[in-house]
C-alpha cells in the first residue's frame, strides 16, 4: 500500500501521515495528470485549460477541522471519475494528518503561526510540516504560466460558535487594494463577515498572498465535529462555488457590499501575564460585541478595555503562551470604506 490508487485522497493521506513511499501518477478520465507527490499533497494539471488559474485549496492545517477535509475528500474522488471536470491548474493540501489521526488541532505547535519562514525556530513536526506545505506552493506557482492569476483558500472551522457563521481573513496587503471579484466569490461562497489584518502574520494565507503575490484568505466555515459527523449540506454553497471555479475557471459571484459585513483588526490583545485573564465567558461567540470602555481581559500587568462601542472580540483564547496573541479586536467598517481595486 504505497502509491494512490484508490479514491479516499483523505484515507490515503491518513494512512501516510508523514510520507509516502513512491510518487503516484494518474490519468484521469479527460486527459488531466492527477499527481500525490507527498503526504497530503496533490496537484492536477489540466488537459483542457478554462483560465490560466493556479488556485491552491488548503484544509486540516489544523487536524481537527475535518469538515473542509471531507468536502476536499469528495471533490477528488468526483474529478478521479469525471463528474468533475477540471479546468484550472489544482493545489490541493491536507495540512495536518499527524494532528488529524490524534483528533487534535496539532501535535505539538498550532501550525497556522509557522508560517513566512517562522518554522524555523521551531524542532518539532508542524515545523517541518509547514516547510515542506510552503515548499509545495512555491514549486506549484513557479510551475504555473507567466502571468496566470494566483488563489490559495485555506479552509478551516472553528471550535467556537459565531455570530457570523461562515467569516474570511484577508491577509494583510501592505496597502495594496483589494479586488472585488474576490470578495464577490467570498459572498457566493456563503461568507457572512470579513476581517482585514492590521500587519503581516504567519498564517498560511499571509505567506501565499506577501511571498507569491496570490489572493489568499483563510476561511473560517462553521463549527469543529468529528470525521463523519459533519452536515456538509451547511456547505453547499462553498462546495458549488468552489467546484465551478475547479471546472470553469469562473469565480461565482455575490453581492458582497450587502451580504458581507466587514471589520478591520483594531487592536491585538496579547497574553502579557501568566494571570491574563479575557472578561467574557468561556462560550462567548466570535463577534460577540463590547460597550465602549467595557473591560475585557485583564491581569496583574494590565487591562484592556473596549476602545469604541460595539467593538467585537474574535479568536478569544487565553491559553496562549506569554506574548502569545489572546483575541483579536474588531470594528466594524462600511463597504465604501474598503480600498478596491
Ligand atoms: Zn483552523
Not at 460558535?161 to 487594494?177: D, I, L, N, Q, R
Not at 462553521?222 to 458549488?240: E, M
Request: charged letters at 20%.
Amino acid at each position: 500500500m504505497s502509491r494512490f490508487t484508490e479514491s479516499d485522497f483523505l484515507r490515503y493521506t491518513l494512512d501516510n501521515p508523514t510520507g509516502i513511499s513512491e510518487i503516484t501518477q494518474r490519468t484521469l478520465p479527460d486527459g488531466s495528470l492527477l499527481t500525490v507527490s507527498a503526504s497530503g499533497v496533490l496537484t492536477v494539471e489540466p488537459a483542457q485549460p478554462a483560465t490560466a488559474l493556479d488556485l491552491v485549496l488548503s484544509c486540516g492545517v489544523h487536524g481537527n477541522e475535518t469538515a473542509p477535509m471531507e468536502l476536499i475528500r469528495d471533490m477528488i474522488h468526483d474529478l478521479l471519475d469525471g463528474t468533475l471536470r477540471i479546468g484550472v491548474r489544482l493545489l490541493i493540501l491536507i495540512g495536518n494528518p499527524v494532528a488529524a489521526n490524534l483528533s487534535q488541532r496539532f501535535e505539538q505547535v498550532n501550525m497556522n503561526r509557522l508560517f513566512s519562514a517562522s518554522h524555523t525556530q521551531f524542532d518539532c513536526w508542524e515545523a517541518q510540516r509547514a516547510a515542506e506545505l510552503e515548499q509545495a506552493i512555491s514549486d506549484f506557482f513557479s510551475a504555473g504560466a507567466e502571468g496566470s492569476e494566483r488563489c490559495h483558500y485555506d479552509l478551516h472551522t472553528a471550535i467556537r460558535g459565531s455570530e457570523y457563521e461562515k467569516f474570511a481573513v484577508h491577509p494583510f496587503t501592505h496597502g495594496t487594494p483589494c479586488n472585488a471579484k474576490q470578495l464577490g466569490f467570498l459572498a457566493a461562497c456563503g461568507i457572512n463577515a470579513l476581517l482585514f489584518a492590521n500587519k503581516p502574520s504567519t498564517t498560511f494565507s499571509y505567506s501565499s498572498s506577501h511571498q507569491h503575490g496570490a489572493h489568499a484568505f483563510t476561511l473560517e466555515l462553521g463549527k469543529v465535529y468529528p470525521f463523519g459527523q459533519n452536515d456538509l449540506s451547511r456547505f453547499a454553497l462553498i462546495n458549488q462555488a468552489l467546484r465551478t471555479l475547479i471546472s470553469e475557471g469562473r469565480f461565482s459571484q455575490g453581492n458582497w457590499q450587502q451580504e458581507l459585513i466587514c471589520f478591520n483588526v483594531c487592536h491585538e490583545l496579547l497574553k502579557d501575564a501568566d494571570d491574563f485573564e479575557l472578561d467574557i465567558a468561556t462560550d462567548v461567540k466570535n463577534f460577540a460585541s463590547f460597550n465602549q470602555g467595557e473591560r475585557v481581559a485583564h491581569s496583574s500587568a494590565g487591562e484592556y478595555r473596549a476602545q469604541s462601542e460595539g467593538e467585537a472580540i474574535v479568536f478569544p483564547n487565553a491559553n496562549v503562551p506569554i506574548g502569545g496573541r489572546a483575541a483579536l479586536m474588531l470594528a466594524a467598517i462600511a463597504p465604501e470604506a474598503i480600498n478596491i481595486d
